[in-house]
């Protein structure tokens, strides 16, 4: 997929993204990192064209997104956001199926693939006659996500779809997702503003700045080895103690990692190049 110079200025005149450029490999997580304001929503949504560009192109294998009705792109593009968007009124299992039932699935295929999924997600299948309300965050976000994956799109959008849970539940459903993409690799647009969360999930971080401005786009070793600017070593915290680390040879082999206030984190057992051949 690529994003050739799209703007997007809306009706009030803000200018949200500013010809913004970039190429998004497929079959691997692509992950916009960028503090709020900063257009990441607006980007995500010009793919699946609840918004359009006002300059500027989309294109998916080569055809620009502007081309193709909203709702048949809809259709075949995953789509999970923050609040997972699930319909109040409907139980879960009818929730996941919504997608394929508008694309012409029988009731009976579309709940045996909606039950399939809610075992990939990692959701009881005793969940499944229950409504959205009846369920803790956690679960409605998997449910989230198993709706997304309904279509078996090769495209997932996901806007901080884990954004409104706690953090254990937060890394738990990474987690998941990490699991999931191994499996079966999307081509996954994942926004997000948490650190943490890009460096785990991202095959390639494209960290942004107000108007949509790139200000680094790498790998999560790139970013963190080789931060292109200094707006990106402070937005990764790369100044601040908690990331600046250092290592001191333990008594017994390896060493402890302690952060800048001296503080330990942990052991390192070996660097990757100084392992020996019984590790
Ligand atoms: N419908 C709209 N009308 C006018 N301005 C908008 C609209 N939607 C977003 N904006 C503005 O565009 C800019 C980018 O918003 P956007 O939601 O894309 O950013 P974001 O990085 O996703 O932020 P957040 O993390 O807070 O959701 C902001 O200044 C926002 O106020």
Redesign the pocket.
């Known amino acids: 997929m690529d994003f050739q110079n799209v703007t997007k200025t ?3 005149g ?1 200018v ?2 500013d010809d913004f450029s970039l190429h998004v490999p497929s079959h691997t997580c692509t992950v916009l990192l ?10 995500i949504r010009m793919v699946n064209r609840m918004v359009d560009p006002s300059s500027g192109s989309i294109l998916i294998d080569d055809a620009d997104v502007a081309t193709t009705e909203p709702v048949a792109l809809r259709r075949r593009i995953g789509y999970v956001m923050q609040d997972s968007g699930l319909l109040p009124h409907r139980r879960v299992i009818d929730n996941i199926a919504t997608v394929p039932r508008l694309n012409g699935e029988s009731k009976a295929d579309a709940h045996r693939r909606a039950h399939e999924l809610m075992d990939i997600v990692g959701l009881d299948s005793a969940l499944a006659r229950r409504y959205p309300k009846q369920l803790s965050g956690g679960q409605q976000q998997r449910v989230g996500v198993a709706r997304g994956l309904a279509a078996d799109p090769n495209i997932l959008l996901m806007d ?1 779809p884990f954004g409104a849970v706690d953090p254990l539940v937060r890394v738990e459903l990474q987690r998941e997702l990490q699991r999931i993409q191994t499996d079966l690799r999307k081509t996954i647009i994942f ?1 997000t ?1 948490d650190i943490d969360e890009a460096l785990t999930l991202g095959d390639q971080i494209v960290v ?1 700045k107000k108007g949509g401005e790139v200000a680094q786009i790498g790998t999560p070793e790139n970013i963190v080895e080789a931060p292109a600017n200094d707006f990106v070593a402070q937005f990764l915290g790369l100044d601040s103690a908690r990331r600046s680390l250092s290592a001191a040879p333990r008594e017994g082999g390896g060493w402890l990692v302690s952060d800048g206030r001296g503080r330990p984190l942990g052991v390192v057992n070996a660097a990757p190049d100084q392992r020996s051949e019984t590790d």
């Open positions: 809306y009706p009030d803000t949200a993204v960028g503090s709020s304001g900063c257009g990441k929503s607006t980007l901080e926004v503003h942004l």
